[in-house]
């Protein structure tokens, strides 16, 4: 889960994912480590699922 900064932007982004993908969201993947991110790196993951509609999952290396 994210427990990083929290912005208008990311709340927009957050809102856009769970309508893309609507059984999940962008910080509920139990393999994806939200603490080693720094918040511009869990924009661009979300940005990146949205331009390319993969989940956070395909796009986290």
Do not use: H
Request: net charge negative; glycine share 4%.
């Amino acid at each position: 889960m994210w427990e990083g900064t929290w912005t208008d932007e990311l709340s927009r982004l957050y809102d856009q994912y769970k309508e893309m993908f609507p059984n999940s969201y962008p910080d509920e993947y139990e393999e994806i480590l939200y603490k080693a991110m720094t918040y511009e790196e869990f924009v661009g993951y979300i940005r990146e699922c949205l331009r390319t509609g993969k989940e956070i999952p395909d796009v986290v290396k």
